[in-house]
């Protein structure tokens, strides 16, 4: 017997993934340098030399202390490292009780829904959305609810928000730096989010006759990638906030599958919380974070963010994208450009620009239709001999 939903997802894949997958083959039939891959969030920063050095002095360890299993929730001195690194940065008061060590943000994510869901809850999405985020809601048994961001900022819409929470809402999630819009939430913008659950909350519990808080899941691994926007901290404005973080962006370790899940103990709501989450990653099977990646990050959670290879590389792109007349969202963080695609149907746009071995993400699997996602995390070489190309696409709308 085989599970039918598995089987779907398996074959089905992810659109991001075919695309990536054919600039493969395209570069080995035509060669590399003419194909213009725009499609993986695969950060084209290379690690700090700080990882290097972290992963050579724990190589010189006893061989359990870096390759044991830690503990389910992390080794507690990476866990108590993160937390203090936190509050140095935010003010804060969090010890390692906060932390649960994960294997990288769709961990983070995954457990964090298991965790505050039951079957049949729904759980909002801010529309264009990260497409895996479907999968995990759907995984944990949960509804996904689709809520269209502002279409000129691409900022949450606060009152659409409000306007789809239901008795089943147990959670909205959010991610800004937005992939796949670069979009920052600013103060204000999250500001009014809150009131917007908080006045839910509120006439839920007088409904109910209990309190059943919205939890807010800020989704946060391009945190460190931004181009001087202000990110704020999202516990600092509401209780029930949990924080989805990795390092997959921040120190380009995508591939090493290390993160964390915060949740601020404040409550026993929140300590209920967390058990759940420890429950959840244990009921995945993901037993512990990668001990010498959890070591790494004890050493580098300092270490900042290379973000100059990709202001570069945003400026290279947005400046001449303008003067082709392309219009796009100005990104404050991440490093993806949101493109308007230059006919309705992305899809149909992404094929035209397939003749000219450009290959960007058509929106409709963020969950919108109409323009296109282009991942700068590029070698500049890339973005730069895709000019002409871009240039003759435009062209060929009569641009
Ligand atoms: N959330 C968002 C918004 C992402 O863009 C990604 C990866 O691109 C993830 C989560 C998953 O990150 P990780 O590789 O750390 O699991």
Redesign the pocket.
């Given at each position: 017997m085989i599970n039918d939903t598995m089987y779907a997802r398996g074959a089905e894949s992810s659109v991001i993934r075919e695309i990536f997958t054919y600039a493969n083959e395209r570069k080995a039939q035509i060669g590399a340098e003419n194909v213009f891959d725009f499609s993986l969030?695969n950060p084209s920063v290379p690690a700090p030399d700080e990882v290097r050095q972290s992963i050579e002095r724990s190589l010189k360890l006893p061989p359990e202390q870096v390759h044991g299993y830690t503990p389910a929730p992390g080794a507690p001195e990476v866990r108590t490292a993160v937390a203090e690194s936190l509050n140095r940065r935010f003010g804060t008061n969090y010890t390692m009780a906060d932390v649960f060590m994960t294997?990288?943000?769709?961990?983070?994510?995954s457990c964090t829904l298991g965790a505050v869901t039951c079957p049949g809850d729904e759980v909002i999405v801010i529309a264009p959305y990260?497409p895996?985020?479907r999968v995990w809601i759907e995984t944990a048994g949960a509804v996904c609810i689709e809520v269209l961001a502002d279409q000129e900022t691409f900022q949450v819409d606060p009152e659409a928000v409000a306007a789809a929470i239901t008795d089943r809402t147990a959670a909205v999630i959010i991610?800004s730096p937005?992939?796949p819009t670069g979009a920052v939430y600013t103060r204000e913008n999250l500001e009014k989010l809150v009131d917007a659950l908080e006045r839910a909350n509120t006439e839920r519990e007088a409904r109910l006759g209990h309190p059943q808080p919205i939890v807010l899941i800020s989704?946060e691994?391009?945190r460190e990638i931004t181009y001087g926007a202000e990110v704020p901290w999202v516990p600092s404005l509401y209780e029930h906030t949990v924080v989805?973080y990795?390092?997959?962006?921040s120190l380009s370790l995508?591939g090493e599958?290390?993160?964390w899940v915060l949740v601020p103990q404040v409550s026993e709501g929140a300590r209920r919380v967390m058990t759940a989450v420890a429950g959840t990653a244990r009921s995945l099977g993901f037993v512990c974070a990668p001990s010498l990646f959890q070591r790494v990050v004890m050493d580098c959670v300092d270490v900042p963010s290379d973000v100059a290879a990709y202001a570069r590389n945003r400026d290279l792109l947005t400046q001449a994208l303008s003067q082709m007349g392309y219009t796009y969202v100005e990104p404050g963080g991440?490093f993806y450009l949101w493109v308007r695609a230059l006919e309705p149907d992305a899809e149909a746009f992404c094929e035209r620009a397939r003749a000219y071995e450009l290959l960007p993400v058509p929106s409709n699997s963020f969950g919108v239709e109409g323009w296109v996602r282009v991942g700068y995390c590029v070698a500049p070489e890339v973005i730069e001999r895709s000019l002409p190309a871009w240039k003759r696409l435009a062209e060929d709308y009569g641009l």
């Open positions: 969030g294997v990288g943000a769709a961990a983070s994510v990260f895996e985020y991610d937005n992939n989704d691994p391009y989805c990795s390092y997959s962006k995508p599958r290390v993160g991440a």
